[in-house]
């Protein structure tokens, strides 16, 4: 019988390992404690919603996606779009968003210029006008495609009943 004041597992399963602390780093070659946190990585930008904090997807450079704004419904899940370069494009929306993306004039989207072929692009993503206005609010967008001001649109007002 073991010495100890351990229960064996019940089940069969094996005790859980304790968390040992690392040695104090004193005396090595000054590398940062183990436990240390990294920072996170720059992701999408938060926003917080009504009901709660939401993560809004930001174009990511390096695989080519930019803004652009709709210009024209062309049908068959085809639109005109004008990027953030100046160019105007076709954009199709993918396959698997055809029928859950529906995209009006002046909505502000995420796209992907094909690389074989310069007028087209896909369509990756649309903000909805209260996340444009966020990200116009915070600089976010550039000035060739900045058309939504930063501010809400003033509410109208309502006459009160007497």
């Not at 024209?72 to 100046?86: F, K, S, T």
């Not at 992907?112 to 006008?129: M, N």
């Amino acid at each position: 019988m073991p010495e100890d004041d351990e229960q064996p597992a019940v089940g069969g399963a094996p005790p859980a390992p304790e968390k040992v602390p690392p040695p104090s780093g004193e005396g090595t070659s000054g590398e940062p404690p183990a436990t240390e946190e990294v920072a996170p990585e720059v992701g999408p930008a938060s926003i917080e919603g009504g009901e709660g904090v939401g993560r809004l997807p930001l174009p990511r450079h390096e695989r080519g996606e930019i803004y652009a704004v709709a210009n024209q419904l062309l049908g068959a899940a085809r639109i005109r779009v004008m990027c953030e370069d100046g160019v105007s494009r076709m954009g199709r929306i993918t396959g698997k968003l055809k029928k859950k993306m529906w995209i009006r004039e002046g909505d502000l989207l995420i796209v992907r210029p094909w690389g074989f072929q310069e007028g087209k692009g896909d369509i990756l993503f649309r903000y909805s006008r209260t996340q444009a206005n966020y990200l116009s609010r915070r600089h976010l967008l550039p000035p060739a495609l900045d058309v939504f001001g930063g501010e809400l649109p003033p509410e109208p007002e309502r006459r009160r009943r007497r």
